[in-house]
């Protein structure tokens, strides 16, 4: 079983920052796969940013795309999200997500990924 902790939420005005942290139970390998989802209350949870191990190349949803920035610790189970410039429609729960052989074509869909922390909130102001 695989437990993953997010951490680094909180309240901030619109044009602030934050960092995102996901640490993971089990040292990740090639085969796996790590994301960043959020969910606004009444929403479906979407993607926002995602990194493979295999190749280490970052994705990113169009509305994130400039503003924010996923990377990993190399050598450890641990991804971040660094996010500058929030706006107002930022603010949800955002999830850490992992899975293991995820086709790099479908690692935007949240039905790929097997493992889920318990969130960590983000609260922008306007």
């Known amino acids: 079983q695989v437990q993953l902790v997010e951490s680094g939420g909180g309240l901030v005005q619109a044009g602030g920052s934050l960092r995102l942290s996901c640490a993971a139970s089990?040292?990740?390998?090639?085969?796996?796969?790590m994301a960043w989802f959020r969910q606004a209350p009444g929403k479906e949870r979407h993607f926002v940013a995602g990194?493979?191990?295999?190749?280490?190349?970052?994705y990113y949803a169009d509305s994130v795309k400039g503003r924010f920035t996923i990377s990993r610790a190399n050598g450890k189970n641990t991804i971040f999200l660094q996010m500058n410039s929030l706006k107002p429609e930022d603010t949800a729960v955002y999830y850490c997500g992992a899975g293991r052989y995820i086709n790099p074509e479908t690692l935007y869909s949240r039905e790929q990924y097997n493992y889920w922390g318990q969130g960590t909130q983000v609260t922008v102001s306007s």
């Open positions: 089990v040292r990740a390998d090639s085969t796996w796969t």
């Open positions: 990194i493979s191990w295999l190749s280490s190349m970052p």
